[in-house]
């Protein structure tokens, strides 16, 4: 129950300590504590968002591919991220650079999750969902603004890709861009492949960068 | 060493400051309090020292909320000597141990404070001083009276069977 009543019960009656402690450590599975940890939750999202204090929300988005992450400032999305990629380390890492203040808030994300959630049934081809890029600068910049000129079905190399933003010597340096892409899917680095036309290297890992290219050419087709 | 997201705070202490102000409010208002808190809370985590004691720092601005909540209710519900437990209708069901948060309520609001600091949120007597501007000898003396009065008003039947009969039964 609590330490509370441990204390109360323990000092009539000594065999009851256990009971409590043993219902103590069942607290954290008690549905009603949860369920107003769930209202506490919604009630603090929304709050913080009409007080302009919900300077990153985020939510899951159960996808093929595995749970994506997915966080959003007010100005747009700001990160999307594989289960690989440790959700936990992610979310500490926007804490530390865009603002401690992350609050998980589905609500305010539905829009974007329903928009992949539509990508991977094929009902949609492209994002249309405001963007936030502060966490990249310069060159990485450059590629990331660029790469949804890569239509949907089709991939270009590095190399070409390089030469497209105006540095054909930069194929190394869109790799990196790539490699490093806050929001993967959403801005289309998996459409990046190697020379010889093989997937090459992913944020994802290349089996998702394969199923990636999989979905959209075989709808594309 | 940097904050660590906003989220996890609520995570780790979203209970504890839930149950702290069920000790202190009845249940509607609890909810609202700990709500309230953890607002304000987020307003100023920027700010927090990153080697802060959070969970003090929590309930310090939690005790603000419930007092503020108590003031307001004090001014606006005079007429009204005693407002009912539970308000009929309510489709939530009673946390299981409200007879317990009840008659922690009932306690005068020196000890109520003390006992829920100390033995709800798990505060040393320092930190319950702190809170509630005091000496810690005062607060010690405050939680040992209001666990004494708590005994009195509140006996629990002996073993474990007590435990599994339903909420309204122990009432």
């Given at each position: 129950m609590n330490d509370l009543e441990r204390l109360l019960a323990g000092a009539a009656d000594p065999a009851a300590d256990a009971a409590g402690a043993a219902?103590?450590?069942?607290?954290?599975?008690?549905?009603?504590?949860?369920?107003?940890?769930?209202?506490?939750?919604?009630?603090?999202?929304?709050?913080?968002?009409?007080?302009?204090?919900?300077?990153?929300?985020?939510?899951?988005?159960?996808?093929?591919?595995?749970?994506?992450?997915?966080?959003?400032?007010?100005?747009?999305?700001?990160?999307?991220?594989?289960?690989?990629?440790?959700h936990d380390a992610v979310l500490a890492a926007l804490a530390r650079d865009v603002s401690?203040?992350?609050?998980?808030?589905?609500?305010?994300?539905?829009?974007?999750?329903?928009?992949?959630?539509?990508?991977?049934?094929?009902?949609?081809?492209?994002?249309?969902?405001?963007?936030?890029?502060?966490?990249?600068?310069?060159?990485?910049?450059?590629?990331?603004?660029?790469?949804?000129?890569?239509?949907?079905?089709?991939?270009?190399?590095?190399?070409?890709?390089?030469?497209?933003?105006?540095?054909?010597?930069?194929?190394?340096?869109?790799?990196?861009?790539?490699?490093?892409?806050?929001?993967?899917?959403?801005?289309?680095?998996?459409?990046?492949?190697?020379?010889?036309?093989?997937?090459?290297?992913?944020i994802g890992g290349p089996e998702i960068k394969r199923a990636l290219l999989d979905l959209e050419h075989a709808a594309a087709a | 060493m940097s904050l660590p997201p906003f989220d996890r705070v609520v995570s780790e202490h979203g209970r504890v400051v839930l149950r702290v102000c069920r000790a202190l409010l009845p249940a509607h208002d609890a909810e609202d309090a700990a709500a309230d808190a953890f607002l304000a809370a987020l307003e100023a985590y920027p700010r927090l020292r990153p080697d802060s004691d959070v969970k003090s720092w929590l309930v310090t601005i939690a005790h603000r909320k419930a007092v503020d909540i108590l003031r307001r209710k004090a001014r606006h519900a005079m007429p009204v000597d005693h407002v009912p437990e539970r308000p009929g209708g309510s489709a939530e069901p009673a946390l299981p141990d409200e007879p317990l948060w009840a008659a922690v309520r009932k306690l005068p609001t020196k000890q109520r404070h003390a006992v829920a600091y100390h033995y709800v949120a798990?505060?040393?007597?320092?930190?319950?001083?702190?809170?509630?501007?005091?000496?810690?000898?005062?607060?010690?003396?405050?939680?040992?009276?209001?666990?004494?009065?708590?005994?009195?008003?509140?006996?629990?039947?002996?073993?474990?069977?007590?435990?599994?009969?339903?909420?309204?039964?122990?009432?």
């Amino acid at each position: 129950m609590n330490d509370l009543e441990r204390l109360l019960a323990g000092a009539a009656d000594p065999a009851a300590d256990a009971a409590g402690a043993a219902s103590a450590a069942g607290a954290a599975a008690d549905p009603s504590a949860s369920a107003a940890m769930r209202r506490l939750r919604v009630a603090l999202a929304s709050r913080a968002q009409e007080q302009n204090l919900l300077d990153v929300a985020y939510r899951t988005v159960d996808t093929p591919v595995g749970e994506l992450l997915i966080a959003a400032t007010p100005l747009g999305l700001i990160r999307v991220a594989y289960a690989r990629q440790d959700h936990d380390a992610v979310l500490a890492a926007l804490a530390r650079d865009v603002s401690p203040r992350v609050l998980f808030a589905p609500a305010k994300l539905d829009d974007a999750a329903r928009q992949f959630d539509d990508y991977f049934t094929r009902r949609r081809r492209g994002f249309d969902l405001a963007v936030d890029l502060q966490l990249a600068g310069g060159f990485r910049r450059t590629v990331l603004e660029h790469l949804p000129d890569v239509s949907y079905g089709r991939t270009v190399s590095y190399g070409e890709f390089a030469a497209e933003v105006g540095h054909p010597r930069a194929a190394r340096a869109v790799g990196t861009a790539c490699a490093t892409n806050p929001l993967p899917l959403l801005i289309p680095c998996h459409r990046v492949v190697l020379s010889d036309g093989s997937p090459g290297a992913y944020i994802g890992g290349p089996e998702i960068k394969r199923a990636l290219l999989d979905l959209e050419h075989a709808a594309a087709a | 060493m940097s904050l660590p997201p906003f989220d996890r705070v609520v995570s780790e202490h979203g209970r504890v400051v839930l149950r702290v102000c069920r000790a202190l409010l009845p249940a509607h208002d609890a909810e609202d309090a700990a709500a309230d808190a953890f607002l304000a809370a987020l307003e100023a985590y920027p700010r927090l020292r990153p080697d802060s004691d959070v969970k003090s720092w929590l309930v310090t601005i939690a005790h603000r909320k419930a007092v503020d909540i108590l003031r307001r209710k004090a001014r606006h519900a005079m007429p009204v000597d005693h407002v009912p437990e539970r308000p009929g209708g309510s489709a939530e069901p009673a946390l299981p141990d409200e007879p317990l948060w009840a008659a922690v309520r009932k306690l005068p609001t020196k000890q109520r404070h003390a006992v829920a600091y100390h033995y709800v949120a798990d505060l040393a007597y320092a930190e319950v001083a702190a809170i509630m501007g005091t000496s810690e000898a005062a607060a010690r003396r405050s939680a040992a009276d209001g666990i004494k009065a708590l005994r009195r008003a509140y006996p629990p039947a002996s073993g474990s069977e007590q435990r599994s009969l339903p909420t309204k039964e122990m009432a």
